[in-house]
């Protein structure tokens, strides 16, 4: 019967996921998105330098070849610690807004539950609530 139930009532739209966040809650959702954004943008950077480190390679002057795969080297690890930093603080947004509205929703069913009638606890076992 509650399978029956959960299958019935389909795909939980966006808006609903937020229907307990406040300001705050959007404002680091937003962070997050943004740091998302930038991490996946880095992919195709770390691409790029590395076809230009590759190209630097097949330059006839050794020193130039050498000044320049330097420069692409410490470029490649600007944009690692770049990857690093917004990974990090994607995660510790979402985990921020995760806690938040989990604790939020707790608090609100467990007033909820203090609201009942005194007969629902009779009705129901004490792990199931």
Avoid: W
Avoid at 23 to 47: E, H, R, W
Avoid at 88 to 109: D, H, N, P, W
């Amino acid at each position: 019967n509650d399978e029956e139930q959960g299958e019935a009532m389909g795909a939980v739209p966006i808006s609903a996921l937020f229907r307990f966040a406040e300001a705050k809650d959007y404002v680091l959702t937003t962070i997050a998105m943004m740091c998302a954004l930038f991490s996946g943008a880095n992919q195709p950077a770390q691409l790029i330098i590395f076809g230009n480190i590759l190209d630097a390679f097949n330059k006839g002057d050794d020193s130039e070849a050498q000044s320049t795969i330097n420069l692409l080297a410490c470029l490649y690890v600007a944009v690692g610690a770049q990857m690093a930093l917004t990974s990090f603080a994607q995660t510790a947004c979402m985990s921020a807004v995760s806690g938040r509205m989990t604790k939020k929703i707790r608090e609100l069913y467990f007033k909820a539950l203090l609201r009942q009638d005194i007969t629902f606890f009779d009705k129901h076992d004490q792990g199931s609530l």
